[in-house]
């Protein structure tokens, strides 16, 4: 805790009552300053829900605003990745990847990497620590290899910057998480594997891509990316959430999120 010396001091009185304490006597009373300072320290910042809940569940985006939650509309019965991201993404995640998809292909990026930009941070609906593995988890039984791969560790390389593609630490991180954050030692093992890795680049290019997809007042339409999702995308004829998979259950909580149990 931080010591302001000379508010303790002014607790005690003047400075000839300072100077006539013994060391005993300064030592208790500083530390029945700093009880009462503990007891003063303000609680830790409350909300109606913990950071982590997805943004479909009304939990906050990563910078901390919420935005209100409206009606859903239905599913379809055999409901498509398309249909989940036209009507079970919060608007703030979809502009997101769809700008950063959008910018994707405007850069002439092969169309897997298109494809992981469009699905990098969907999951931030449903859930938001870890967003990398959980998000990778839930796409790897309908894309290729490579594409989950490239998801799972996006999450860790945005914390560390590669010059040689004009990858910055983002100025966003300093606000979420503080100027001297330190990434947890599961993320730096994260990043120290991606980096030795063949598909290094198809992961650090969702991070590069990603610098570009906070546009405020830009729309991307989804159009441009159905022929791709339908070339690269394994959609389950039965419909996301209805084909067994084992991530169907992320899918179908999705599509019911008022479900109570
Ligand atoms: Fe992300
Ligand atoms: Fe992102």
């Not at 003047?14 to 303000?42: C, T």
């Not at 009507?87 to 994707?104: E, Y």
């Not at 007042?217 to 209805?242: A, C």
Request: hydrophobic share 40%.
């Amino acid at each position: 805790m931080h010591i302001d010396r000379r508010a303790f001091l002014a607790t005690l009185g003047s400075a000839a009552v300072v100077e006539s304490m013994s060391s005993e006597a300064r030592a208790d009373a500083l530390e029945h300053y700093l009880i009462a300072q503990l007891d003063k320290a303000p609680a830790a910042k409350t909300s109606d829900v913990r950071s982590g809940t997805g943004a479909l569940f009304g939990g906050p985006s990563p910078s901390g605003v919420r935005v209100p939650l409206a009606a859903l509309a239905p599913m379809p019965d055999q409901p498509t990745l398309v249909d989940f991201l036209r009507l079970r993404g919060t608007p703030g995640i979809g502009n997101h990847i769809l700008q950063s998809a959008g910018d994707a292909l405007k850069k002439g990026e092969p169309e897997e990497t298109v494809l992981a930009c469009l699905l990098h941070d969907f999951v931030l609906n449903l859930m938001k620590p870890d967003h990398g593995w959980w998000g990778a988890q839930m796409m790897e039984p309908y894309v290729p290899e490579k594409v989950s791969w490239a998801i799972r560790h996006h999450q860790a390389l945005r914390f560390y910057a590669d010059s040689s593609v004009g990858y910055e630490y983002p100025e966003l991180y300093v606000r979420i998480f503080g100027k001297d954050y330190v990434p947890a030692p599961y993320i730096k093992a994260s990043y120290e594997t991606a980096r030795k890795h063949k598909w290094y680049m198809d992961a650090r290019m969702i991070t590069v891509h990603d610098l570009y997809a906070f546009e405020p007042g830009v729309k991307v339409s989804i159009e441009p990316f159905l022929d791709i999702i339908g070339r690269h995308f394994r959609q389950p004829k039965e419909g996301l959430g209805f084909d067994g998979s084992p991530v169907a259950h992320m899918w179908r909580t999705l599509n019911y999120p008022n479900n109570p149990l």
